[in-house]
């Protein structure tokens, strides 16, 4: 089953940076919105796919502001793992992430920052596996479908 979440057609408030999905209500934000049902089909997928345009290197901010608040789907505890210190898991088991960015032509600087979001918030939320492709704006049509067949290859 494939779950398509239109985030421009919801509304999902800011996170207000309360901690309360860590301290108040552990795993489940207080702000009470789409947020909490973006957030559970989040955890209960096998794969999210974060489809994007790029924005100065970064998701849009209407992507940005649902990560955000799906900051209730690892503990407040710390710990240290490859040297450096991160979350602890609050659930058995995170999705895998492809991050599939949009940009009109070729900025290297952009893609590249893109990449490494995508890397390192797949490292923030345990993800068993993370890629991240491009799709350019003047990307003929087979090329555009060509990279995301790729991007979709070999999953484990």
Known sequence: MMDVIPLRELDIAPCIGCF???????????????????????????LVVLLTPITFGGYSSTLKRALDRSIGLIRPEFHKTSGEVHHRVRYTSYPRLLGLG???KLDEDQESTFKHLVSRNAINLFAKEARSVIVHGNDSASMKAEKLASAMRGWR
């Not at 209500?25 to 089909?41: E, L, M, R, W």
């Open 20 to 46: 309360g999905c860590w301290t108040k209500t552990p795993g489940s934000c207080i702000i009470k919105d789409a947020a909490a049902d973006v957030t559970k089909a989040f955890i209960r997928s096998d």
């Open 102 to 104: 949009l940009i009109d």
